[in-house]
Every structure is written in C-alpha cells, then in structure tokens.
C-alpha cells in the first residue's frame, strides 16, 4: 500500500487548466481515469488526510504509485479524452457498464449492391442502418416477415444469394412474394435498393406516409375494380398496421428521443434505456455496473451517455435525451453529443406530461432490473469467495488466491506438442490474459520436461519486465530474467518481438492484448498467487524446479490429477483430497478443464495446418495463386512430381526457371505417408492405385478407425 504523499505532484506543478489524469500502480497500469475543468483543484482532493476520503477514493489513492495528466483546450476535449482513455486502458478503479454486444439489432446492409435485412449483434459495422436493440431475436423476424409483404427486400445469406443467381432459380421467398428476387434479375439495383431505403424509412418511425400511400392505390385498385390487386392492398396495409402495434404509441409528438434512467445503491447501480423513435418505442437495453469510485447520479448518467454514443454519429444520437439527473458540468456534454450528431442535441430533466410519465416507466425498470442482478449475483459472489477461502485453506496459503493461472500440455501422440496458459480472476475467467506456447526446447513427448519450460519461459518474462520497469527486490538477481524463446502468435509464427500475443480464434471478450509503457497491462507482467498444472507428482515437481531456478519462491503451486481429482502440493508423498462437494474443488476442476480446452483446440489447429501443408509452400518466390494454377493443371500433388520440366512449363504464368525450382523442390520433399483405416488395415488408395490421404473434416487426415478413437489419442 502507497503512501499518496509519497507521489504528490509538487505545489504549482500542476495546471490550473482543463485536462485529463490518470492514476498508475506499482507495475505502471493505469488503474483510474478522470477529467476537470481545473486539474490543480480536482487533484488537490486526492491528497488530503485519508480520514476525509471515501472509502473507494481512499483505496484508491493507495494503490495508486503515481498520477500523470494530459492538459487540453477544452471541456468538451477532455470529455473526449476521457472515453477513449476508459476504452483503451479498462482502469479497474472506473465506473465500466457492463458491455450489452449480445443485444440483437435489426440491420440493413446498405454497404452492399443489395442490401439485406438481417440480425446483427456485436460492433456496429459502417455503412449499415440499424434499427433496436431488441429484448429477443424472435420478435426481429417476426417485425421483418410483416413487413416483407410490403417491402419485399433481399433477406438470404451470401451463399445463398450465389446460388440462386447461377441457377436462375429464386429461393422459397422469391416464389411467394416476400422477395423482389434480385438475385434472378427479377429488380434492378437501383430499385432494390430504393426498397432497401422505403423499408429503413419505415423502420425509422416515418409510417404515415407509405399507409397514406398504400390506402390511395387501394381505393384506386377497387375505383377500376381490380378487387385481387385492392385485398393484396388491403392485406398490405393490416401487415404494416400488425407491425406498429407492436411498439405502441408513447408520446403523441412523434419525438425522437432516448430516455435513461439510473437506480441504484451504495455498491452498484443499474441504467435502463428505452430509444423511442416517432413517438413508439423502437428499443430497449440496460447495463449494471460496481460503483467503484465515488459518484453522483449526474456522473452516472454522463458514463452512461459516453458509453452510449461514444462510437454513434449521425440520426443515431436522437435530436432529445432525457435523463434523470444533469452532468455538471452539463454544457461540454451537449456540445459532445452535438459534435457527435452533427446539430442540435437537447440533454434535460423531462418535468411534466407524456415523457415524465414515460420516465417513471424506464425508471421501474431500472429498479426491477438492479433487484434481479443482485438476486442473481449474491449467490455468485458468496459460492466464488467460498470457493477462494476453501482453497487457501487447504493449500495452508496466506490470503485467497485472487490470481489463479493453470497450464496444461497437449499432444497427439508426440506431434503437435503445445501448451496453454489461462488465468482466472476472483473467480472468473480473465480471457484477454490467455496465452498458449509451442514447445520447441526439444522434440518427442515428455510432459514433465514440456510443463517445466513453458513454467520457465512464463516467469522469465515476468521476471524480465520486473527488471525492465526497476522492480527488482533488494538482492534479486537480474541476470536470470533472460527472455524466453518459442512464444507465438495465432497464426503459430513468433511475433516480431518475441512476445506472447492472444489467440484470436478464441473470443478474447475482455479487451485487447495490452501494451508495456502506456498503462495497458503488460504481457507476463503480473504474477499469480497460485499456479495450477494439469497433473500430478511428476508435473508439480517440475513446476516447482522451474520456479526456484528463478529464484521465486512467494507463488504457491498444486496439481490437480484426473483420475481421482487430487490435489498435489510440492515434496508431498500424499495427496490433498477436497470433499467432493467442495466449492474450491469445483473452482479447480473449472480452472483445469478451461487449460485442457484451451490446449487442445490450439492442438488441433496446429494439426490442421500441418496436415494442409504442401511441398509447394517451400519453392521459393512461388505465391498462391501459381500454385493453384499447378494443382488445377495437374490435378494433385503426386501428378506433378511425375511431370517433366517442360510439362510444368506449360502452365500459364510459370517459367523455366521457376518450373526447374518447383521440379527440384518436389523430389527432395518425402511423399506424404498413406491414410490407413486403422480399423480393417486398409490403405485408402486413389483412383490410379496409388495411396492416398483422405479426410474426415476440413485438413484432418483419417489416422484411425472412428473419431472417437482418435480423440482417444490426443492428450
């Protein structure tokens, strides 16, 4: 624990201006972010007698090593500042919504040649026109088979879309009416997508005009006694009128508006948000988050707007926002949402009629929902501390394991030898600070020697950046904070800076990777109070030596075996065995089963691109596209090898030079080994009698009789 004195910034060092501040720990993470309209008032309040401060401002301060501050122009920049700084850094000491990318949109894709109507979750993406969120996808398709009669816009994926245009065939939908067939040239471009911008018209709350419409070509269809053309009118417009029913009118004024409303208590608050839009509610979403820091409803609400419209411009910041408590100061955050629209954004406090009964509405659902979080979450976070206060317990540690990090080894059979690493926080998986290795200190398979490197390799980094940012204790060697080597990236090349980077195949949901000097977390910067590996005697104790090759002797370890679910301590002859209703063993096995999940998905990766790797790859200065125009000319592989310098001259685009490298290249390579169905013994055999590799999923060689006896050889 700092000593915020120990930091303070010198009397008339700081700038009586506008800025933005950051607080850093001892490792150089930013931990909290803060603006002001006067940088020397707002952190004079930072150091003064702990006594005064509130109880999160004080902890704060007290982890915090150091302050830094950036000073700007203006109140409107600093606001700007502030949420990209909250966005990129993730200080733990900041109010954070809980992020709601799982809300599904209805999008249309006006980016394309013919837009598609769609359900969209995740980032919002340019140039497509969203319309929600919804509470469930359900009611998106039901909303767009309505309105299909009327605005009969391309629904079908790409593939789809492909298809039918090479077959001249329209899918089910062009047949029954619900799509104008752009795909069989049934509309042009020109008019689809005018249908494409009718229906987001429609969508975005101007309704009356194309009912007006439709009602004139009825009564126009019966006038000239056209009674087939008047009822598919008819039946049109009940279709449009079913679909506004299902966002009832709430204000008669046919407002634009978002309304946000706050409830909360000492330790959490909740936000709803209903986005009206031509008087009915076309949306509605909420986010819960901790109060870490000490904060006013009005710095609720002015998160909460920053989080809302930090990444929206245009139409999608609403012409009014009504919110149940002013920012204050409240004028620089009009000018941002103003900025961020492009005219004039009104931000109050609605005061009577339509929008404060409506107000009331939001905030019932706000309460309701803070109730319903801390209902779920009590249990949560009472069976999680549980669990932590189990394992010291057993393990005879000092305090609660806050940081637990798990390795495993997997393999197939000696190839493909890899390692992961994963990290759980208080609890709960930390993905962004998942890592994975390839082993390379040596070939074959040995999981003990496997476990020690990666463990090796692991800590040197960390004690690496120890040294790098002079956080060596007294005594400490430094000469044993060598980098490691091996580490990869996720395409399984080293990185260029010999760093760990994350698995980008793996949903990483937690953020980016993050940075060494800006406050970012460090790669390999932060140790574990407990280190758990897949295993038993043998893998602990090789863990162990890893760690006291290094001179770390405050990081406990244990394995956790399969067979019996024991855990095992380092130099014990005899297991720890937990209850079998034990919510720290269920904390461990979690832990254990995420590393072997981990592990052998980034295995089989591995194995994949081995198995679709050809002799081409290593001919030097021949790209993708000369091969596929090799293969395609002769057919395979195998058939090339047989071919003559003259005949691989033939190809379009290939060369003497470069055939007579290809020719070389293809006889010092060893022909691949036969596929054999391990069941009957058969080798599989191509059509010219030759042997062959087949396949059961895409780059996956058959080595065994079933798939589930070649899981049985993965490890």
Known sequence: MADPSSYRPRPGEIPDSPGVYRFRDEHRRVIYVGKAKSLRQRLANYFQDLANLHPRTRTMVTTAASVEWTVVSTEVEALQLEYSWIKEFDPRFNVKYRDDKSYPYLA?????????????????????????????????????????????????SAGVFKNAARTGRPCLLGYIGKCSAPCVERISPEDHRELAEEFCDFMAGRTGTYLRRLERQMADAAEEMEYERAARLRDDIGALKKAM??????????????????????????????????????????????????????????????????????????????????????????QWLTDRRGSGVSLRIPQ?????????????????????????????????SRALEEIAEALDLDSAPLRIECYDISHLQGDDVVASMVVFEDGLARKSEYRRFQIKGFAGQDDVRSMHEVITRRFRRYLAEKERTGEWADGQDADTAGPGVGDVASDGRPPADGRVVPDDGEALVDGPALKDDD???????????????????????????????????????????????????????????????????????????????????YQRVKRAKRFRSSPLDDVPGLGETRKQALIKHFGSVKKLRAAT????????GIGRKTAETVAVALARATPAAPAVNTATGEIMEDEDGAPETTTDAPGEPVTAGTPDERRGQER
């Open 108 to 156: 249309v894709t006006m980016n394309e040649e013919f837009p598609r109507v769609q359900v969209m979750r995740g980032h919002k993406k340019k140039g497509v026109r969203y319309f929600g969120p919804y509470g469930h996808a359900w009611a998106i398709r039901d909303t767009v088979d309505l309105l299909l009669r009327v605005f009969p816009v391309r629904t079908c």
């Open 519 to 601: 406050g970012r977390p460090k790669r390999f910067a932060y140790p574990p109070q407990l280190v758990v590996v897949d295993g038993g005697q043998p893998q602990v104790a090789a863990a162990q030596r890893a760690l006291d090759e290094l001179g770390i002797d405050d990081i406990a370890v244990c394995g956790l075996a399969k067979r019996l679910e024991e855990v095992w301590l380092p130099g014990d002859d005899d297991p720890v065995v937990l209850p079998r209703t034990s919510e720290g063993l269920y904390l461990l096995q979690r832990v254990r089963d995420e590393a072997h999940r981990f592990a052998i998905t």
């Open 245 to 334: 029913e299902k966002s009832a009118v709430v204000l008669a004024d046919a407002t634009d508006a978002d309304l946000i409303a706050v409830a909360e208590d000492e330790l959490e608050a909740a936000v709803q948000i209903f986005h009206v839009r031509g008087g009915r509610v076309r949306g509605q979403r909420g986010w819960v988050t901790d109060k870490v820091e000490e904060i006013t409803t009005g710095a609720l609400v002015e998160h909460a707007l920053q989080q809302l419209y930090g990444e929206e411009t245009g139409d999608a910041v609403p012409k009014e926002v009504l919110v149940p408590a002013l920012p204050d100061p409240v004028e620089p955050v009009q």
């Open 352 to 384: 009577r009629g339509d929008k404060k009964a409506l107000m009331a509405t939001v905030e019932r659902n706000a309460q309701q929902a803070l109730v319903l979080h801390k209902t779920k979450r009590a249990s949560d976070l009472t069976t999680r």
């Open 645 to 652: 310098i003259d005949q691989i001259c033939e190809v379009p």
